[in-house]
């Protein structure tokens, strides 16, 4: 008995053996191909020992390959919810009927998504090329596994926030924010003792299941949007930890109605490279329609990487002015090595003080919080924004100041965007054109009656379609032309780098113009909305 337990112990060493040997020589196969290594050296982690790496876990995002599908057209809460859970039926029962092939029991731990075609992992060092993840990689079903090492986010904070130019709507009932649900998506949680938030509508996740941490930041920013003196009074605070991926924490927003959801976080090492980060909040955007603002991150003194979920196509993403002449902070992000322009807009973040908190603080992590309370606050005077962050997006972008008031001709800025949010004009230069596109659209065509002397800004913006995949996200490419009544082409603006144009002139003869919107590529959707926002100054 002895004699033949040694015979299949050398047995299944020897073939382990020869199973790795294989592994490692066959790294063009169809399983390596797609295991995708986004924040470490995939080699680098084969040659550590066990003991080595025996502090690490590592989180695992298993995208599957099914067909993904998106919601219907969302006008009210009632559509929204019914159409939720249609999604949800039809995503839990796909991942379900999967994952019966996958022994999941097998790692740490493990989340399924409710909403979209992912499961998360996290596994210590020396399971990860074992079989298990080798089994995963080999099923038919699995398109991609995304790998990073977990707590890979940090605050994006020197710390918080707490003014911007508001004040003539901070306590108009119109703009309150009432019916709007704000998610507040942290590496920690908000302290609900706080004295800043004792009069706020807030829900935390905090249950015994999950290893939940209060932190400052979070309470920073939830005083920001919706505190004491914050910016949307009487919003809806939902607030999760983020822990690895955001697979579980988005599905416990969306179970729980988000409208808008803040990520003031970001990569602790950014590269400035879109990531299954950001292409997994795109997928959310475009497929429930919800609102995702983040900071652009706090490296503009060393290499100015913008960090993910920043990154995102649907991601309005902020950067950090100051209060006086708008003009970007040295610490604020705006490096873009591989993704679309960044970042979108700015806010003040610069030496801001909060109440109830002893210090000033600067980031763009303050940034952020006070677009997401201004976005609850527009929400709560257009219920449709709810529905379309391509409206939200549009509208932000084409009402921002230009810093010194000078013109940044067509485009955005490499620093600050679209420049520096206003609400005011917002609330007070709002002219919009919103049209539904199928594939039959190659074109829209509008007038508009402009004097000698107008500043004219217009912006057009869509939602990219993502399937979750950092590869996977398409977009379409429209172009804006401008032509007198004559039929000249007085100005245009043709990019093809994101779902975004910005055309910006001073206007030199009075007339009526021409405005004409052209697709330029294959549409990725078989419809989809683009909004358009101008503004006459």
Not at 38 to 60: A, C, G, I, P, V
């Amino acid at each position: 008995m002895h004699i033949l337990k040694y015979v299949f112990l050398v047995v299944s060493l020897f073939s382990n053996l020869l199973y790795k040997q294989n592994f490692r020589e066959n790294e063009s196969s169809n399983f390596i191909n797609k295991i995708i290594c986004e924040n470490f050296d995939y080699s680098t982690m084969e040659n550590k020992s066990n003991h080595e790496n025996n502090n690490e876990n590592f989180q695992l995002l298993v995208k599957f390959n099914y067909e993904t599908i998106i919601s219907n057209e969302l006008n009210n809460d009632k559509e929204r919810k019914e159409e939720f859970e249609r999604l949800k039926e039809y995503y839990y029962t796909k991942n379900c009927e999967i994952v019966k092939n996958i022994e999941l029991n097998l790692f740490d731990d493990y989340y399924i998504s409710k909403y979209s075609p992912f499961i998360s992992i996290t596994s210590q060092n020396n399971e990860l090329f074992n079989d298990n993840l080798m089994n995963i990689a080999n099923d038919d079903n699995v398109e991609n596994i995304y790998v990073n090492i977990k707590h890979n986010n940090e605050e994006n904070v020197i710390s918080a926030l707490n003014y911007i130019d508001f004040k003539n709507y901070l306590n108009n009932e119109q703009y309150d924010a009432e019916g709007v649900t704000v998610g507040i998506l942290e590496p920690g949680i908000v302290d609900k003792n706080h004295k800043n938030l004792a009069n706020s509508n807030l829900v935390v996740r905090d249950e015994w299941y999950y290893k939940e941490t209060v932190t400052e930041h979070a309470t920073m920013i939830a005083s920001v949007i919706s505190g004491e003196n914050g910016i949307a009074k009487k919003c809806k605070l939902l607030s999760v930890e983020l822990s690895g991926d955001a697979i579980s924490e988005i599905d416990w927003l969306i179970d729980n109605g988000v409208n808008v959801i803040n990520c003031s976080y970001g990569d602790k090492n950014p590269t400035g490279k879109y990531s299954s980060k950001s292409a997994y909040m795109d997928y959310i955007s475009s497929t429930y329609k919800i609102t995702f603002i983040a900071s652009s991150g706090n490296t503009g003194d060393t290499n100015s990487y913008v960090s993910n979920p920043g990154l995102g196509y649907n991601v309005i993403t902020i950067g950090a002015c100051n209060s006086t002449s708008g003009v970007n902070t040295k610490f604020s992000s705006f490096n873009v090595i591989d993704g679309p322009r960044k970042p979108n807009i700015v806010a003040p973040g610069d030496n801001l003080r909060i109440s109830n908190f002893n210090n000033r603080y600067s980031g763009t992590s303050l940034s952020a919080a006070i677009v997401t309370g201004c976005v609850a606050a527009l929400m709560k005077k257009d219920t449709l924004l709810k529905y379309h962050p391509e409206r939200v997006a549009s509208r932000l972008y084409a009402y921002s100041n230009n810093p010194n008031s000078s013109f940044f001709g067509n485009g955005f800025d490499n620093y600050v965007g679209a420049g520096v949010i206003n609400f005011n004009n917002i609330i007070e230069l709002k002219s919009e054109r919103n049209y539904y596109i199928n594939k039959n659209d190659n074109s829209r065509t509008f007038s508009v009656n402009l004097n000698a002397n107008d500043e004219f800004r217009l912006v057009l913006s869509c939602l990219a379609n993502a399937n979750g995949n950092a590869s996977g996200t398409r977009y379409s490419d429209y172009n804006i032309y401008l032509y007198d009544s004559n039929n000249n082409l007085v100005n245009y603006e043709a990019t093809n780098v994101d779902t975004l144009e910005l055309l910006e002139m001073k206007i030199t003869k009075t007339d009526t113009y021409t405005i004409k919107i052209i697709r330029n590529n294959e549409m990725p959707y078989d419809y989809e909305y683009i909004s358009v926002n101008y503004c006459i100054k």
